[in-house]
């Protein structure tokens, strides 16, 4: 079946430092992969998205890359804030999977001033 | 309403006791899922429904749970005979068919004493 694993947290940087977020899925064919984030005290919303290899997906200085080869979408900004504190979820779409999305446990990352 | 909202965000029971978690989606939105959200644990799927039809309720953990939509719109999960491990956040989120863009309401904290 379906899954995503990514790197355990939680994680705490200073402010502007480059922040690397690891996920690695397994699936069959090529799924859809996502990124969605959590700040305190709302709901998850999607961050950002890529449906094919080598895509990159990016929004608000993030970026992930699509990666086939190594199955693999790590999340990357390279200079983060205080308000990039939140829990980042990486999903899956599946090609048969409909509209389900298979989620990671979520990374808790901290910001300090 | 402008977003998913869900009811209650709080609920406190006792071992053996039903309860019922509501779900509004955001209007338009033909697709609804329940996710559960355990401490440390990633988001768990429930239940997916395509306007009133369930096509795959294969996250259900027992037959005490179940899950309804009428009319297209609003979704009751049902939880019968709670016991200490349904302890959770509920989320509910809706999207338009096969985008992947879910959209998440904040949750319903329940707590099985």
């Known amino acids: 079946g379906n899954s995503v694993t990514q790197m355990e947290g939680p994680v705490t940087l200073s402010e502007e430092a480059f922040l690397t977020i690891n996920c690695t899925y397994t699936?069959?064919?090529?799924?859809?992969l996502f990124w969605y984030v959590q700040y305190p005290g709302e709901g998850l919303q999607l961050l950002l998205k890529a449906t094919k290899a080598d895509d990159k997906g990016s929004n608000k200085g993030f970026e992930a890359t699509y990666r086939k080869e190594t199955t693999s979408f790590h999340l990357e900004k390279g200079s983060v804030q205080v308000s990039d504190s939140a829990v980042y979820f990486c999903?899956?779409?599946?090609?048969?999977?409909?509209?389900?999305?298979?989620f990671g446990e979520g990374t808790q990352l901290t910001v300090n001033p | 309403g402008a977003g998913v909202s869900q009811s209650p965000s709080n609920k406190v029971t006792e071992k053996g006791k039903d309860v019922e978690l509501r779900c509004d989606p955001i209007?338009?939105?033909?697709?609804l899922y329940w996710y559960r959200q355990s401490l440390g644990q990633g988001l768990e799927f429930l239940i997916y429904f395509q306007g009133n039809s369930a096509p795959d309720k294969s996250g259900l953990p027992s037959d005490r749970f179940s899950a309804e939509r009428t009319g297209g719109s609003v979704s009751t999960l049902t939880i019968q005979r709670t016991q200490q491990e349904d302890s959770a956040v509920y989320l509910c989120a809706s999207s338009r068919p096969n985008t992947g863009e879910l959209f998440f309401g904040e949750g319903s904290r329940l707590t099985v004493l």
């Open positions: 999903a899956l779409r599946g090609e048969t999977s409909g509209s389900r999305l298979t």
């Open positions: 699936a069959t064919g090529y799924p859809s």
């Open positions: 209007s338009g939105h033909t697709a």
